[in-house]
């Protein structure tokens, strides 16, 4: 055999050998699964650090989410807050809230089996075209259902009980915590909510919030907060914000405050 032969035999077989290697990749390329299927889809979990948190033991359901009762008439807070107010703000506003958290999710049945309180913790598992949805309306509901609870008709005076030592421990008085805790409300720039909440440090802490959202995206669980949103004053109030700060002091539920405060402490504590 010549050497030409031979040179040609070689330039055959490894132009054999390139098409079977080329032909290889692109099969192997055609049936790869994208990534984004390969993963089975993340399971939302809850946050181990804090306990449930519209009420003491029970996360809101989001399958579907509902809007709960006023615990008293309308007029019933009107040592601070009008009925029309209180009726718009509850039948209106938050009732709103909660039709469109389920509208949002209406297409999601793995995200209805979730709480309230587990999409606003891993937000970042909510499907992008939602998101702001539910950020805003879960954070609407679950703001609100707590808020509904921490008010009373009986409700005013100086916090009792465990809560009392510790605002005077944290702020040194019942007094100065209401002032930073109003000056906070005051300088909240346009809607959003003043809290008192337990940080991740398992201390009280004084925040605010813009919009709907809720401490507990920042890990922190919400003991007490008050709505600085002009919906939640305004007919009464007008543009005078300042002063429905100083009024709600006389509606604050003090022994429901000392009881999501106490399990927060505890839970910080055990975990
Ligand atoms: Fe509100």
Redesign the pocket.
């Known amino acids: 055999m010549s050497k030409f032969i031979r040179a040609k035999i070689a330039l055959f077989l490894t132009s054999l050998l390139v098409s079977i290697l080329v032909m290889s990749c692109q099969t192997t390329g055609q049936t790869t699964v994208p990534i984004a299927e390969s993963q089975p889809p993340q399971a939302i979990t809850t946050a181990a650090t804090f306990p449930p948190v519209a009420s003491p033991d029970e996360e809101l359901s989001a399958g579907p989410a509902r809007l709960p009762l006023l615990p008293y008439d309308y007029a019933a807070l009107g040592k601070a807050i009008d009925a029309e107010t209180m009726k718009l703000?509850h039948d209106g506003?938050h009732a709103s809230y909660v039709k469109n958290l389920n509208d949002a999710l209406k297409d999601e049945p793995d995200l209805q089996k979730s709480s309230v309180e587990a999409l606003l913790r891993n937000l970042n598992d909510v499907p992008e075209n939602i998101r702001i949805k539910v950020r805003n309306n879960g954070g609407g509901h679950l703001n609100?259902t707590i808020f509904w609870q921490i008010m009373s008709p009986e409700g005013g005076g100086e916090p009792q009980d465990e809560i009392a030592a510790e605002i005077k421990e944290t702020f040194g008085s019942f007094e100065e915590f209401k002032q930073q805790f109003n000056k906070a409300g005051s300088d909240r720039f346009g809607s959003g909510w003043v809290w008192l909440v337990r940080n991740p440090a398992g201390k009280l802490q004084i925040v605010s919030t813009a919009n709907q959202d809720n401490p507990i995206m920042d890990g922190a669980y919400p003991i007490m907060g008050n709505?600085v949103?002009e919906?939640?004053y305004y007919l009464r109030y007008r543009n005078r914000r300042g002063e429905y700060l100083n009024n709600w002091w006389q509606v604050v539920n003090w022994p429901e405050v000392n009881k999501r405060s106490l399990v927060s402490l505890n839970s910080s504590k055990s975990s």
């Open positions: 703000h506003h609100h709505d949103w919906h939640a």
